[in-house]
């Protein structure tokens, strides 16, 4: 490995330690104001970001006023290439901002997935107003059950994501994929935790989430039949020709590549 001369100096070297000693992923300029606050160094925090942007030592990253920290273990100005740099640097910009991994992304970031998704699926409980990153794709989800905290960043329960994707199926991009990792995360949820996080939500969306989880687990779409009312047949997909018509959840699917309740059960 080529080794680079990266210098600072004496002033800032104090702020460089703390960076370091600390293991800090990435900067921003109220981190970097408190250091120099602490340190009892005297230069604005957006000149002290500046010469240590200028030395390597900060990478910038698709969101202003936060950078990537390249420590010395790193031997130069080079990034740890992160796949979750986007969303990340987006929190801490925008701390007040909710938002969550889902879907695919979410099923990789608690295992249940081996592949990231190219492009990384996060949440909002209400959706931003600018674009984050050609990177993420962004959705309106609003969770009922707590949030898991993995890989530095919040992301959904399995029982959220199971409803996310039943409320909204044509998000999925491709039902191929999600099935090959669905039945993993089925295998974590509990039937309560399921109905807890459908408690609020319209018929339809527990219609469809007792329909896709009537083969994998038999046991909660039961239990979510009770709770249901509708009598007018709804969609599973967008609105095309239907694949299958099921009469006990009065739901046309025109998306699934296979018939739920034929799925091997998991639970």
Same mark, same amino acid.
């Given at each position: 490995?080529?080794?680079?001369?990266?210098?600072?100096?004496?002033?800032?070297?104090?702020?460089?330690?703390?960076?370091?000693?600390?293991?800090?992923?990435?900067?921003?300029?109220?981190?970097?104001?408190?250091?120099?606050?602490?340190?009892?160094?005297?230069?604005?925090?957006?000149?002290?970001? !500046?010469?240590?942007?200028?030395?390597? @030592?900060?990478?910038?990253?698709?969101?202003?006023?936060? @950078?990537?920290?390249?420590?010395?273990?790193?031997?130069?100005?080079?990034?740890?290439?992160?796949?979750?740099?986007?969303? !990340?640097?987006?929190?801490?910009?925008?701390?007040?901002?909710?938002?969550?991994?889902?879907?695919?992304?979410?099923?990789?970031?608690?295992?249940?997935?081996?592949?990231?998704?190219?492009?990384?699926?996060?949440?909002?409980?209400?959706?931003?107003?600018?674009?984050?990153?050609?990177?993420?794709?962004?959705?309106?989800?609003?969770?009922?059950?707590?949030? #898991?905290?993995? !890989?530095?960043?919040?992301?959904?329960?399995?029982?959220?994501?199971?409803?996310?994707?039943?409320?909204?199926?044509?998000?999925?991009?491709? @039902?191929?994929?999600?099935?090959?990792?669905?039945?993993?995360?089925?295998?974590?949820?509990?039937?309560? #935790?399921?109905?807890?996080?459908?408690?609020? #939500?319209?018929?339809?969306?527990?219609?469809?989430?007792?329909?896709?989880?009537?083969?994998?687990?038999?046991?909660?779409?039961?239990?979510?039949?009770?709770?249901?009312?509708?009598?007018?047949?709804? #969609?599973?997909?967008?609105?095309?020709?239907?694949?299958?018509?099921?009469?006990? @959840?009065?739901?046309?699917?025109?998306?699934?590549?296979?018939?739920?309740?034929?799925?091997?059960?998991?639970?």
């Amino acid at each position: 490995m080529m080794y680079m001369a990266r210098n600072i100096s004496k002033s800032l070297s104090k702020i460089l330690e703390a960076l370091e000693l600390d293991s800090v992923d990435y900067v921003t300029l109220d981190m970097l104001e408190k250091l120099a606050e602490e340190h009892n160094v005297g230069t604005e925090a957006s000149m002290i970001a !500046k010469r240590l942007k200028n030395a390597g @030592w900060l990478l910038p990253t698709s969101n202003a006023g936060v @950078w990537e920290f390249a420590p010395a273990a790193m031997a130069g100005p080079y990034s740890k290439n992160d796949p979750l740099r986007d969303i !990340k640097t987006f929190k801490l910009a925008n701390p007040e901002t909710d938002c969550y991994l889902c879907l695919q992304t979410a099923a990789w970031a608690l295992g249940y997935s081996d592949r990231l998704p190219s492009v990384l699926e996060l949440a909002f409980s209400e959706l931003p107003r600018r674009v984050i990153s050609e990177n993420v794709k962004t959705y309106k989800y609003k969770p009922v059950l707590p949030l #898991r905290r993995v !890989k530095g960043v919040d992301c959904l329960s399995p029982e959220s994501i199971i409803v996310h994707i039943a409320s909204k199926p044509s998000i999925v991009k491709s @039902w191929e994929s999600v099935l090959e990792w669905l039945p993993d995360v089925v295998y974590e949820t509990e039937t309560e #935790r399921i109905l807890t996080e459908l408690v609020d #939500r319209n018929d339809s969306v527990k219609r469809r989430t007792g329909y896709l989880l009537q083969g994998m687990y038999p046991d909660a779409s039961s239990a979510i039949h009770e709770k249901v009312t509708g009598k007018t047949k709804i #969609r599973f997909g967008p609105r095309t020709t239907a694949l299958r018509n099921d009469e006990t @959840w009065m739901i046309s699917d025109t998306i699934l590549p296979i018939v739920p309740e034929e799925m091997e059960k998991v639970k």
